[in-house]
Structure formats: structure tokens, C-alpha cells
């Protein structure tokens, strides 16, 4: 008799283990997924297309917060967990309430879920959200295609639209960010590789989207999500820690996976985080993996007019996922507001709408700046709303993409900009060079 078994996810590692290990294995049945983290997936299905000839309706998806009921009423025998970027203790709570329930609890790890490329694979994953694993990605596919390869940039799924529109999806201009209605999220992390001239990837089949790569390119770029580890199997391992969070190393999922399995470890942001920090970081990571190189990295920030910042109350945009499960609270944005000498950054709460206003109420850690949730329409338009009503000379932006080019503000806008710059030897590019070269 077929195993049933419910999903627990957030629209990206759970569809890809479905699809992997359950989609054509008769052994199991899937009975349901369950959502979180990412509004309005729940309500849904993961639809018949995508779920292969085992499920022709397709399968619901659930708010995790039935989770306990569904395993009760649909006789459920296990319980998968596929999202990350939580604590250790919030994991084993959730493996608490599904086993009092009288199922099994499973985390799946790479031998079940990864894909075998036919192309070399340089992975790009993190220890926590927000510890830099874009400007990281952006520094790697830059040697890559200094060193003569064709690069893509296969990026961890945010499929939060039509599932079977997104299934396989290639982006090589702003047009195709436009043609397939890109979120915020989305726009935040393929802009800068367009802008790099580096074609990117992403979706909902991950083995579909890999054969539609390697078709074109010479070296598959992982650009991981949150804290999450690739979905391919890596022959380079390259894992960012973020100083400004020290012990997170040894007390996230998977964060702790991918710092035991890396192949070179980036301290990031040592320019900004105290001595002290980068030294607990560089230990704990020693210690849990000591055969890793390690790496020093700073990411400086810029702004195209320092002056237009000083004697100004400013309103300070960052980043949305690196606020919100990502735990920060202050970015690259509320960083040039202190060094450039606004005057006040002034607290956006008090004209938030909507879902932003929920979110603040959700991640009450989230201090007085403004994460830049987009996950929608509805929600941009939202974001808008309360930056459009919020009392304040100007707006500082420290999310990666230009966010005026999809909302509308009506005040002046400094933008903020990072990248990667390794400190001392080795650097990414003699690592890349020993590992690639060619």
C-alpha cells in the first residue's frame, strides 16, 4: 500500500522534492502540500500538468496551519519538511506536533533530491538569508565568464503565479521579467544577472529547466535561496556567512547543512560587522567543517549622490526576505542612511497598509525600515501605498533591483548598490580558476 504523505513547504523546495523522489514512485502517494512563509499559496493546487499521470487532479495545497487536522482526516503516514532558513528548534516543534499525530517526520537530504548535470555545477548557497549570496553569485558568474565559459544562472524557485506558465522559465532581457509578470522577489534577483549580460533560469521542473541549460551554456551557476542546498549536484561547494549574525552557523536548517558540506566558506560584510563577530564566525565554521577554505569578503556600498542623503528624514526600502524570515533588522540601506548623514530614518510603520502592515505584525524583529515585499500585485501596490504616504524627504532603496521601474513613488529615490570584493588570498578567482581552469 502506497505511503501518504503530506508536503510541508513554501513553493519551491517542496514542488522540486515532489517532482523529484514522488512525482512517478507508486510507493508513495502524495495527499496534500502544505504552505507557508509566502502569501496566498495555500488555497491552491499544484496542478495535474506538473504532477504527473499519478495525480490527475492534481493535488491541494493546504495552510500549514492544518496540518495537524490533515493528517488526522486524510490518514496521513509521513510528513516531509521541505522549507528553509528556520531554527533548529523550529524544526523539531513541527516534527513534535506531526509525530503526536501518529506520523513519521522526514527531512529529505541530497542523495534523494539532487539532479546529476552533465555540465560542471558551482554552487552558491548560505548559511541565513541576507548573508549575500547574490553578490557572491554575481562576483563567481563574472570570473566564470572572464575565464571564456557561457554561464546561467539556475536560481532557487519563486514560482508564486501560474505553476504551469512557470514550469521552465528563461530570462535573458527586462522584457521577459515583464512578459511572465515577475514579483519584486523575482525582479530582485535576475536584474542584476541581466545587467551583467548572464541568462537566467528558474521555475517550477528543475530537471526540464537543467536540460533547457546545458544546452547553451558551459557551467551551471546554483544561485540558492534563502539557506537552502542546491538541487544539483555541486563540484564546487561555495557557502556565505554573515558575521552580523554570529551562531547562526550551528543553529539553522539547512543552514548547518550546507556549512558541513561546503567546499569554501564567504565571510561576508566583514568591513561592517565587529572584529570580534568575524573571529566567532571563522571558529565556528572551522569547527564544524575544517577541511573548508575560508574567504574574507567585503560588500562596500555605493550611492549615485551621498550629498542628496545628509540633513534628509529618510525613508529606508531594504530587501524583503532578508528582514522578514531572514531575521535582519537593518540592511545596506539603513548602513548608507547612518554613513552618509541623514537626518532621521524615519519609522514606516505608522503608514503601512495591507500586507505590510501584517508583516511588520508577523516579524515584529523588523525595526524601522521597510522591507520591500512585492509577492504580488496587490501587495505592490500596497508597498507603494505606504511609501507614497510616509512623510519623508527621500527615499533610500537598498533592494537590488531600480524598484521605480515597477512602482510608482513620488519622491526623490537614492539608490543603493553592493557588491562582493574579497579581502586578501585566496579569492574566488584562484579557487574557480584551480577547480575550472581551462
Not at 144 to 166: E, K
Not at 231 to 242: G, M, T
Not at 293 to 322: C, H, M, Y
Amino acid at each position: 500500500m502506497a505511503i501518504r504523505t503530506i508536503i510541508m513547504g513554501a513553493a519551491g523546495r517542496d514542488f522540486h522534492n515532489f517532482n523529484v523522489f514522488f512525482r512517478n514512485n507508486p510507493d508513495y502517494q502524495v495527499v496534500a502540500f502544505t504552505a507557508t512563509q509566502i502569501p496566498n499559496i495555500e488555497g491552491r493546487r499544484y496542478p495535474p500538468q506538473l504532477a504527473g499521470p499519478l495525480y490527475p487532479e492534481g493535488i491541494p495545497i493546504y495552510p500549514e496551519s492544518d496540518l495537524e487536522h490533515l493528517i488526522k482526516t486524510l490518514t496521513v503516514d509521513q510528513v516531509v519538511f521541505a522549507y528553509s532558513d528556520v531554527s533548529h528548534e523550529y524544526v523539531m516543534h513541527k516534527a513534535s506536533l506531526v509525530m503526536a499525530a501518529g506520523a513519521d517526520f522526514r527531512l529529505m537530504g541530497p542523495r534523494s533530491t539532487q539532479l546529476k548535470s552533465t555540465k560542471p555545477v558551482v554552487a552558491v548557497c548560505a548559511v541565513r538569508t541576507g548573508s549575500g549570496k547574490s553578490q557572491t553569485s554575481r562576483r563567481v558568474a563574472k570570473i566564470l565568464r572572464s575565464m571564456g565559459f557561457r554561464v546561467a544562472a539556475i536560481r532557487h524557485p519563486m514560482p508564486y503565479g501560474d505553476l504551469v506558465r512557470q514550469e521552465a522559465q528563461r530570462f535573458a532581457s527586462y522584457e521577459d521579467l515583464d512578459r511572465y509578470e515577475c514579483t519584486i522577489e523575482e525582479r530582485e534577483e535576475y536584474e542584476p544577472h541581466l545587467d551583467n549580460g548572464v541568462i537566467v533560469y528558474a521555475g517550477v521542473d528543475y530537471e526540464k529547466i537543467l536540460h533547457q541549460a546545458e544546452a547553451e551554456v558551459d557551467v551551471i551557476l546554483w544561485d540558492g535561496g534563502n539557506n537552502d542546498f542546491s538541487f544539483y549536484q555541486e563540484d564546487l561547494r561555495i557557502v556565505v556567512a554573515d558575521p552580523h549574525r554570529p551562531g547562526h552557523e550551528y543553529r539553522y536548517h539547512p543552514g548547518e547543512t550546507n556549512v558541513r558540506r561546503a567546499d569554501v566558506f564567504v565571510i561576508n560584510k566583514v568591513d561592517t560587522a565587529n572584529p570580534e563577530a568575524v573571529m566567532q564566525v571563522r571558529e565556528s565554521l572551522q569547527a564544524l567543517n575544517p577541511q573548508a577554505i575560508i574567504i574574507e569578503a567585503a560588500s562596500p556600498i555605493f550611492v549615485d549622490d551621498p550629498q542628496a542623503i545628509r540633513g534628509k528624514r529618510v525613508l529606508v526600502i531594504e530587501d524583503g526576505p532578508t528582514l522578514t524570515h531572514g531575521e535582519m533588522a537593518y540592511g545596506a540601506g539603513w548602513v548608507a542612511a547612518r554613513r552618509f548623514g541623514a537626518a532621521e530614518i524615519v519609522d514606516p510603520r505608522p503608514y503601512a497598509v495591507g500586507s505590510i502592515a501584517e508583516t511588520y505584525r508577523k516579524y515584529t524583529q523588523t525595526g524601522p525600515i521597510l522591507p520591500a515585499m512585492g509577492y504580488g500585485e496587490v501587495q505592490m501596490q500596497e508597498l507603494e501605498e505606504t511609501i507614497n504616504r510616509a512623510e519623508v524627504d527621500l527615499v533610500i532603496s537598498a533592494t537590488p533591483i531600480d524598484i521605480t521601474r515597477v512602482i510608482k513613488i513620488n519622491k526623490p529615490v537614492q539608490r543603493v548598490r553592493y557588491e562582493l570584493q574579497e579581502i586578501g588570498q585566496p579569492t574566488l578567482e584562484d579557487i574557480l580558476k584551480a577547480k575550472l581552469g581551462k
